[in-house]
């Protein structure tokens, strides 16, 4: 199969300087944990997670300002490109859901932004992997779906 039948095609992404604060409230709003990062141009530069954002908050020199400065007021004073994944685990559009798979396992990922012609068109997360999956065995009847926590 595929990852263009599986993949979101609506991706939430986010410019390469803009602040873990923005990138918090982006993934909040549109309920997603992954965040392409682009620059000017729209070439993929990395990948910004929830993940990224709770270990900024942990890291020596932020923690110890952790409870003397509200958290958002340390995300607005950190760029994402400072703390992104680097470099970005990516596929064509072309690929098959084994090579994803392949792909997530080996790099230890949650997702992987799909390219075309070096442009973003899509993501494919463990979310969409679990919903293709849940589908494909469930008994016919009513609908299922995979709930995720969000940042």
């Not at 020199?61 to 760029?79: D, S, Y």
């Not at 690929?95 to 230890?108: F, I, K, S, T, W």
């Amino acid at each position: 199969m595929r990852i263009v039948d599986v993949m979101s095609p609506n991706v939430v992404t986010i410019g390469l300087d803009e602040t873990c604060a923005r990138a918090l409230a982006r993934m909040t709003r549109w309920k997603v944990r992954h965040l392409p990062v682009l620059d000017a141009d729209g070439t993929l530069r990395g990948v910004v997670t929830d993940r990224d954002l709770r270990h900024h908050l942990l890291a020596l020199g932020v923690l110890e300002r952790v409870g003397g400065t509200p958290a958002m007021r340390l995300l607005e004073q950190q760029p994402v490109h400072a703390v992104m994944s680097t470099p970005a685990v990516w596929l064509q559009v072309s690929a098959d859901l084994q090579e994803a798979v392949g792909l997530m396992r080996r790099h230890r990922v949650g997702s992987l932004p799909v390219l075309d012609g070096g442009k973003i068109v899509g993501i494919l997360t463990e979310t969409d992997l679990l919903r293709h999956l849940v589908s494909a065995e469930a008994p016919r009847g009513p609908e299922l779906d995979v709930i995720v926590s969000y940042p």
